[in-house]
């Protein structure tokens, strides 16, 4: 019998990757490679399922940003991204979607016993297959802090509009009793 083979589809720009090992994808979904609006596909891309519903994939966490937006679900690795980048520290709340518990993360033991103590990007990506070289000129940092946040609001605006589009649908199939063509 031959092994599974996965794809991956981006959300952001519908570039997919595969097809690949169950492994390879893990190892992308711990370097933060995958986001929770990402989609998986494991039958030659027939069907899609969104990345967290891969429980292999162990993206369990929701993060609730200053803003209160929540962010996921999402893996760990990607959490110690947004605290390298500084989007979050140790003061957010994590819900862990496997036991409907809250937590403030500077209280998880997994935070305290991260081998990244010093989180910046340099050391972060460590063992990701990432080059990222610290960077020391302040006027490139703000430039990455900035465009990081951009990021952020774009990703939340594509949210919200993914969401409104799935209302429409649903009033759609209520209205005329079948999906969209």
């Not at 097809?19 to 899609?48: F, G, N, V, Y």
Request: charged share 25%; aromatic share 8%.
């Amino acid at each position: 019998m031959s092994a599974r083979t996965w794809f991956l589809l981006k959300a952001s720009d519908k570039e997919v990757f595969g097809p690949t090992d169950l492994a390879t994808l893990k190892s992308w979904a711990s370097e933060a490679k995958i986001s929770p609006l990402d989609k998986i596909s494991s039958d030659d891309r027939q069907s899609w399922n969104r990345a967290p519903m891969i429980a292999d994939l162990q993206m369990d966490l929701l993060v609730q940003m200053p803003d209160n937006y929540l962010y996921g679900p999402t893996n760990v690795a990607t959490i110690q991204e947004f605290l390298a980048t500084g989007e979050i520290d140790e003061n957010v709340s994590i819900i862990n979607c496997l036991d409907n518990t809250e937590s403030r993360l500077g209280d998880l033991g997994w935070f305290s016993a991260s081998p990244h103590q010093s989180r910046s990007a340099s050391t972060t990506f460590q063992g990701t297959g990432y080059d990222r070289s610290p960077v020391t000129d302040d006027a490139a940092q703000r430039r990455i802090a900035a465009l990081e946040r951009q990021t952020m609001e774009l990703q939340r605006a594509v949210d919200e509009w993914q969401q409104a589009y799935l209302r429409l649908q649903q009033q759609f199939v209520e209205s005329v009793g079948r999906d969209p063509l």
